[in-house]
């Protein structure tokens, strides 16, 4: 029997005094972070929709999965734009995925799949149950 490897959660961003920056996993996987709209590198907002869009890649291989439709699953494609929101607080109002799902699946199916990954997606669900953000100790 094997056993289920958990990848460590959380990450640090940093920024130095030029506004150029990175964004390490505690994992270890890391990338740069924009500081500035001229800057490479992801941004925050850019990182919201990337982290949708990557766990709901990932859930559409466990619905397939769950719904037994896994042999015939190919590549799989989300596309998350997000929208912010015009009065305040500064904030994410919305955000439309666009799903592409390769395989002989008919519309009943596919559309079974994408309702199937946002129920295991925890990145949505987060979103749906509202997140606790809390301050913890300083960094040294």
Do not use: W
Not at 62 to 74: E, K, P, Y
Request: hydrophobic share 40%; net charge neutral.
């Amino acid at each position: 029997m094997s056993q289920v490897r958990i990848r460590p959660m959380g990450a640090t961003a940093s920024l130095d005094r030029s506004g150029r920056g990175n964004v390490v996993a505690r994992s270890g996987a890391s990338l740069p972070l924009a500081g500035s709209p001229s800057m490479e590198g992801f941004n925050p907002l850019e990182l919201l929709d990337a982290s949708l869009a990557g766990c709901l890649a990932l859930s559409v291989r466990i619905a397939a999965r769950n719904l037994g439709l896994n042999d015939r699953l190919g590549a799989v494609s989300v596309e998350v734009i997000g929208a912010k929101a015009t009065e305040p607080p500064s904030r994410i109002a919305r955000q439309t995925c666009r799903f592409a799902i390769e395989g002989d699946f008919n519309d009943a199916e596919r559309r079974s799949l994408i309702e199937e990954a946002h129920k295991v997606c925890t990145i949505g669900n987060s979103y749906h149950a509202s997140i606790d953000i809390i301050d913890g100790e300083p960094l040294l």
